[in-house]
């Protein structure tokens, strides 16, 4: 006999597991958040956490259709948003998650990779992608990211091992974790069609990143942010007590 208290329980755990940050944080997630934002802040400027963050409706292009073209057009939005030339890397859709013989440095992402490349480096996402345009962002502003962390030499792979989560980080503090967190944990059809899985995205997941989230929203000064409303409720309530024990 199947015992439902027993399967609640193991649904409930998993789903923990999975909005917990993927990675250990060196220190603790609180040390790690503030140390690593305030590290970002000296290394990019205070002025970047300052600008209006971006909401939806500044990335996503109205009438967005999922095509390649529209998706495009959102990537460029993100690379203006960041700080990227345009053309800086190549981009393409044409990831299919194997992992092929490439020259210099790989990072590897399920549905994003940037490569280090002889001329310019590049950025691949996933095709399925484009019919997702909050995931969309949220993935290719982690690997703009590692363009201005590993690309641009601000830090190696050998004196950050947690590089990924600093590149998620990132994202939220280049004004972009509304979709970084967003796009963290969700609900998806099953392959057979029968019920729905759960699927988490990122290296710092719903629960850091609602508490990177608080202390981004404490160094503009905002104490009940306007834009919280566009946060999924898990991560906006999350944020909004770790945002009240800041401000105590």
């Not at 998706?71 to 190549?90: F, S």
């Not at 590089?163 to 998806?188: K, M, Q, S």
Request: hydrophobic share 40%; proline share 8%.
């Amino acid at each position: 006999m199947r015992n439902p208290i027993g399967m609640i329980r193991r649904s409930r755990q998993l789903r923990s597991q999975l909005k917990a940050p993927r990675e250990r944080l060196p220190g603790g997630s609180r040390r790690w958040i503030r140390a690593s934002t305030d590290w970002l802040v000296a290394e990019f400027g205070r002025d970047v956490v300052l600008r209006p963050i971006a909401l939806p409706t500044d990335i996503i292009p109205a009438g967005y259709d999922g095509s390649e073209a529209a998706a495009t057009e959102l990537c460029a939005r993100v690379d203006e948003r960041m700080g990227l030339k345009p053309g800086q890397c190549e981009l393409s859709f044409e990831l299919n998650g194997v992992r092929r013989p490439v020259s210099g440095l790989v990072v590897k992402e399920p549905h994003g990779r940037w490569v280090r490349g002889n001329g310019r480096n590049q950025i691949h996402l996933a095709p399925a992608l484009t019919a997702d345009p909050v995931a969309l962002a949220a993935i290719y502003a982690h690997e703009v990211g590692h363009e201005l962390l590993l690309g641009g030499g601000r830090i190696s792979l050998a004196r950050r091992p947690d590089h990924e989560p600093l590149t998620d980080l990132l994202t939220v503090f280049y004004g972009l974790g509304i979709f970084t967190a967003n796009a963290a944990y969700e609900h998806r059809p099953r392959p057979n069609g029968r019920g729905k899985q759960p699927l988490a995205r990122g290296y710092l997941r719903e629960s850091a990143l609602a508490e990177a989230l608080a202390y981004y929203a404490k160094l503009r000064g905002e104490r009940q942010p306007d834009w919280a409303r566009h946060l999924d409720p898990p991560v906006r309530r999350g944020m909004n007590n770790h945002l009240a024990v800041l401000h105590r």
